[in-house]
Protein backbone atom coordinates (compact mmCIF):
# COMPACT_ATOMS: atom_id res chain seq x y z
CA UNK A 1 0.00 0.00 0.00
CA UNK A 2 1.08 3.79 -0.34
CA UNK A 3 -0.46 6.93 0.08
CA UNK A 4 -0.08 9.78 -2.04
CA UNK A 5 -0.68 13.58 -0.92
CA UNK A 6 -0.34 16.43 -3.64
CA UNK A 7 0.20 20.03 -3.00
CA UNK A 8 1.45 22.98 -5.14
CA UNK A 9 -1.84 24.08 -6.78
CA UNK A 10 -3.65 26.87 -6.80
CA UNK A 11 -4.92 29.83 -8.64
CA UNK A 12 -2.27 31.61 -11.36
CA UNK A 13 -2.71 33.85 -14.30
CA UNK A 14 -1.35 32.69 -17.94
CA UNK A 15 1.70 32.95 -18.31
CA UNK A 16 2.34 32.03 -14.70
CA UNK A 17 4.25 28.88 -13.29
CA UNK A 18 3.10 26.29 -11.00
CA UNK A 19 5.05 23.45 -9.42
CA UNK A 20 2.75 20.53 -8.24
CA UNK A 21 4.49 18.07 -5.81
CA UNK A 22 3.48 14.39 -4.43
CA UNK A 23 4.67 13.00 -1.32
CA UNK A 24 4.52 9.14 -1.07
CA UNK A 25 4.57 7.17 1.99
CA UNK A 26 4.35 3.43 2.60
CA UNK A 27 5.54 0.59 0.29
CA UNK A 28 9.24 1.29 -1.54
CA UNK A 29 8.37 4.60 -3.61
CA UNK A 30 11.24 3.66 -5.98
CA UNK A 31 9.13 0.61 -6.87
CA UNK A 32 6.64 2.86 -8.69
CA UNK A 33 5.93 4.56 -12.04
CA UNK A 34 4.48 7.73 -11.61
CA UNK A 35 2.14 9.93 -13.63
CA UNK A 36 0.08 13.14 -13.42
CA UNK A 37 -3.62 13.37 -14.47
CA UNK A 38 -5.92 16.29 -14.93
CA UNK A 39 -9.23 16.14 -15.16
CA UNK A 40 -11.30 19.32 -15.70
CA UNK A 41 -15.46 19.63 -14.42
CA UNK A 42 -17.48 17.24 -16.49
CA UNK A 43 -14.79 15.64 -18.57
CA UNK A 44 -12.66 12.29 -18.18
CA UNK A 45 -9.33 12.65 -16.35
CA UNK A 46 -6.61 12.47 -18.69
CA UNK A 47 -2.56 11.89 -18.64
CA UNK A 48 -0.58 14.92 -18.46
CA UNK A 49 3.20 13.20 -17.97
CA UNK A 50 4.44 10.26 -16.50
CA UNK A 51 8.23 9.05 -15.25
CA UNK A 52 9.32 5.85 -14.72
CA UNK A 53 11.23 4.35 -11.44
CA UNK A 54 14.51 4.90 -12.64
CA UNK A 55 13.45 8.34 -13.98
CA UNK A 56 15.02 6.92 -17.07
CA UNK A 57 12.29 7.20 -18.98
CA UNK A 58 9.19 10.50 -19.33
CA UNK A 59 6.69 10.97 -21.19
CA UNK A 60 4.35 13.76 -22.12
CA UNK A 61 0.66 14.56 -23.41
CA UNK A 62 0.90 17.02 -26.47
CA UNK A 63 -0.50 19.49 -24.86
CA UNK A 64 1.85 20.17 -22.25
CA UNK A 65 5.00 19.52 -23.95
CA UNK A 66 7.72 21.95 -24.04
CA UNK A 67 5.41 23.67 -21.17
CA UNK A 68 5.56 20.75 -18.45
CA UNK A 69 8.73 18.52 -16.86
CA UNK A 70 7.86 15.58 -14.55
CA UNK A 71 10.87 14.85 -12.15
CA UNK A 72 11.40 12.71 -9.02
CA UNK A 73 13.13 12.36 -5.62
CA UNK A 74 13.47 8.60 -4.58
CA UNK A 75 15.21 9.66 -1.92
CA UNK A 76 12.61 12.05 -0.86
CA UNK A 77 9.17 10.00 -1.95
CA UNK A 78 8.19 12.50 -4.16
CA UNK A 79 7.22 13.12 -7.65
CA UNK A 80 7.14 16.78 -8.97
CA UNK A 81 5.44 18.40 -11.70
CA UNK A 82 7.16 21.79 -13.20
CA UNK A 83 4.55 23.80 -14.96
CA UNK A 84 5.34 26.76 -16.75
CA UNK A 85 3.52 29.11 -19.14
CA UNK A 86 0.13 28.20 -18.00
CA UNK A 87 -2.82 28.52 -19.80
CA UNK A 88 -6.42 28.80 -18.79
CA UNK A 89 -6.96 25.46 -20.56
CA UNK A 90 -4.48 23.65 -18.13
CA UNK A 91 -7.45 24.38 -15.03
CA UNK A 92 -8.56 21.42 -13.94
CA UNK A 93 -7.76 18.59 -10.94
CA UNK A 94 -4.61 17.40 -11.27
CA UNK A 95 -4.09 13.97 -9.66
CA UNK A 96 -0.98 11.94 -9.31
CA UNK A 97 -0.86 7.95 -9.41
CA UNK A 98 1.56 5.22 -8.94
CA UNK A 99 1.95 1.92 -10.44
CA UNK A 100 3.70 -0.87 -8.73
CA UNK A 101 6.73 -1.48 -11.11
CA UNK A 102 9.82 -3.66 -10.76
CA UNK A 103 11.67 -3.00 -13.82
CA UNK A 104 12.54 0.36 -13.64
CA UNK A 105 11.83 1.21 -17.34
CA UNK A 106 7.96 0.96 -17.05
CA UNK A 107 5.72 3.88 -18.21
CA UNK A 108 2.31 4.18 -19.08
CA UNK A 109 -0.57 6.67 -20.50
CA UNK A 110 -3.62 4.92 -19.24
CA UNK A 111 -4.85 5.47 -16.15
CA UNK A 112 -6.56 2.30 -15.16
CA UNK A 113 -2.93 0.43 -15.38
CA UNK A 114 -2.30 3.01 -12.12
CA UNK A 115 -2.79 1.39 -8.44
CA UNK A 116 -3.02 4.18 -6.35
CA UNK A 117 -3.86 7.66 -6.32
CA UNK A 118 -3.74 10.95 -4.36
CA UNK A 119 -6.79 13.17 -3.61
CA UNK A 120 -5.99 15.55 -6.08
CA UNK A 121 -4.94 19.78 -6.13
CA UNK A 122 -6.82 22.13 -7.75
CA UNK A 123 -5.18 24.78 -10.86
CA UNK A 124 -6.50 27.18 -11.76
CA UNK A 125 -5.47 29.44 -14.80
CA UNK A 126 -7.16 33.02 -15.42
CA UNK A 127 -7.02 34.66 -18.38
Known amino acids: QVQLVESGGGLVQAGDSLRLSCAASGRTFSSYALGWFRQAPGKERYFVAGISWTGGRTDYAESVKGRFTISRDNAKNTVYLQMNSLKPEDTAVYYC????????????????????WGQGTQVTVSS
Open 97 to 116: AAKIDYSGSYLTTRAATYDY
